[in-house]
């Protein structure tokens, strides 16, 4: 699930190297926290959150066949100023 994400989301944006998905695992439920460049999230966001809520669902569904469950999550870096 990893790979098939991070090959998705990579061709979604103009930062491709700063693509980060680690997988997190929480009582039964594995998170993949996604990491990008702050230019990319709305990318990956899409409008009206149809390009994560599309992944979601695909990850979802591949999860379910082989037995597990699993969602993604952005996690925007922040920085102080």
Avoid: W
């Amino acid at each position: 699930m990893k790979d098939f994400l991070e090959y998705v989301v990579k061709g979604l944006v103009e930062h491709p190297e700063v693509v980060s998905v680690t997988p997190v695992d929480r009582t039964g439920l594995t998170i993949y926290e996604l990491r990008l460049h702050p230019d990319d999230v709305g990318r990956v966001v899409g409008r009206k959150g149809n390009t994560i809520n599309a992944l979601r669902t695909l990850l979802l569904a591949g999860s379910a066949k082989i037995g597990q469950r699993c969602s993604v999550e952005i996690v925007e870096e922040r920085t102080e100023s």
